[in-house]
């Protein structure tokens, strides 16, 4: 009993100081992939060569001392409920049989998924659209089912993903299917609504009461990043404030959107309040690349940048460096670590390490750029620290103004700093007590 209890306090602390995600679905529904594809920048079409992953994996997505998120896998083919607690926790709500009545086991290989789902504070489940999926929703039932009862708070992001090759009608009648599929396995025989689900049950949603959400995915465009983003945002225990500072931002600054990036895994940590958008999200993960390829080919060595690789933690420990404009990038010293994040093949462990290098070292506090598009609009970059960047877009009139908008920016910069700060401050200390 005590040992539970400690354990629990532990976990709980554990949560606190770095959230944690459990990323699973079926076999070959694509999870592997999409970390790969996201954290260490492996082409969409080499993912066909991947091979199926037999165990439990941990990964840590991290954004310099800022941002520490564990990522972990638990493969398709693991079956994670005992016959006695499946039939228990659909309880008769739909009525159909479990699919794992067979199982006796907990998880394959001594998991427990009670404990899993503890300690997480966000289940990605992902479902091949391509595929039969009736069976792939069963096994989220339950899931749900047996996370309600042992850690209410999850929120459930589903990826209805390898949408690729479906045309626009057939991925919104595929999301209305899963959809219904869904509530009606929390239908009693009467039909009834289980009301959790009522609450919980909301699509392309980025509230944080919503406790399922749905996200059309897909490794060979921008949608997973985006969809990773909405999930990575809603773990962090700054999203509040950040999204605060933005929407201050853009009031202050005329500005009309505006996102933190990480550059390495183009990953948007924050945004400002309004709805998203596919295509301004894509022309900022453009102008990360565009920024960090040409300060490769044509920036200048960095001293600083070579003798210290934790530049980041030099600007989260002392007062943030305020910098004169720069209309673009230099200080290329090496070969960027973008994409060539290395990948430790030891399955207990690590299975892609998201880094705690910095992104790139041609990204340092000399970097901001300014690109006029078409349509009277710009795009502005700003180095937050050496993994952030601060992307606006803004009417190209509102760039007359441009020391105001500098002036703003570092102010925003200091503050985000500060905060970061804080957080890990509290943490630490809420981990030693
Ligand atoms: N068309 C398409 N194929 C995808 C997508 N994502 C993954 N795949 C393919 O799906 C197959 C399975 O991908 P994996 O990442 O190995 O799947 P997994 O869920 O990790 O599989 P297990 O490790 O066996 O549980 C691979 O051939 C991928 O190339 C996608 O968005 N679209």
């Known amino acids: 009993m005590v040992n539970d209890t400690g354990g629990e306090t532990r976990d709980h602390q554990t949560a606190v100081a770095r959230p944690s995600l459990l990323l699973t679905g079926l076999r070959r529904s694509g999870k592997t992939s999409i970390q790969h594809v996201i954290f ?38 693991l079956h994670t409920f005992p016959s006695s607690q499946s039939s228990s926790i659909s309880g008769g709500n739909s009525g159909q049989a479990s699919p794992y009545d067979d199982d006796t086991n907990l998880v394959g290989g001594g998991y427990n998924m009670e404990r899993l789902l503890k300690q997480c504070n966000a289940v990605v489940y992902i479902i091949d659209a391509q595929d039969d ?60 609504i289980d009301p959790w689900l009522r609450t919980s049950f909301m699509s392309n949603s980025n509230s944080q009461e919503i406790l399922i959400n749905f996200h059309l995915t897909s490794i060979y465009d921008h949608s997973i990043f985006e969809a990773f983003s909405k999930v990575i945002q809603k773990l962090l225990p700054q999203f509040g404030q950040l999204e605060y500072l933005l929407n201050h ?18 990953i948007s940590i924050a945004t400002d309040s309004a709805p998203s958008d596919i295509q301004i999200y894509e022309l ?62 030891n399955p207990y462990t690590s299975g892609i390490e998201t880094t705690n290098e910095p992104a790139s070292n041609v990204f340092d506090s000399m970097s901001s750029s300014i690109i006029k598009l078409t349509g009277h609009r ?56």
């Open 40 to 77: 260490s920048k492996m082409q969409p079409s080499q993912t066909q060569f991947l091979e199926s992953t037999p165990q439990l994996t941990s990964n840590h997505f991290s954004c310099g001392s800022f941002i520490n998120i564990q990522i972990q896998e638990l493969p398709g083919q």
């Open 284 to 345: 900022c993960c453009d102008m990360i690349d565009l920024l960090i390829n040409m300060s490769e080919i044509y920036g200048q060595p960095n001293i600083n940048c070579i003798q210290d690789t934790e530049c980041e933690d030099d600007d989260s420990n002392n007062e943030p460096v305020m910098n004169g404009n720069h209309s673009s990038t230099t200080n290329s010293c090496r070969n960027s670590s973008l994409g060539t994040t290395p990948i430790t093949n």
């Open 133 to 192: 999926y009736n069976q792939s929703i069963a096994r989220l039932h339950l899931i749900i089912q047996l996370g309600r009862r042992v850690n209410p708070k999850i929120r459930y992001e589903v990826f209805i993903h390898k949408v690729d090759q479906l045309s626009e009608e057939v991925k919104r009648e595929t999301q209305r299917d899963i959809h219904n599929q869904i509530r009606d396995r929390f239908a009693d025989s009467s039909g009834a």
């Open 249 to 266: 931002l853009l009031s202050a600054s005329n500005i009309e959107r505006a996102f933190l990036f990480d550059i390495q895994t183009k």
């Open 378 to 433: 710009a795009l502005y970059l700003k180095e937050i620290n050496h993994h952030l960047a601060l992307i606006c877009v803004l009417r190209d009139e509102a760039l007359s103004k441009q020391a105001i908008i500098d002036y703003n920016v570092e102010q925003f910069k200091e503050y985000i700093l500060k905060l970061f700060r804080l957080n890990q401050e509290n943490s630490e200390s809420s981990m030693s007590s």
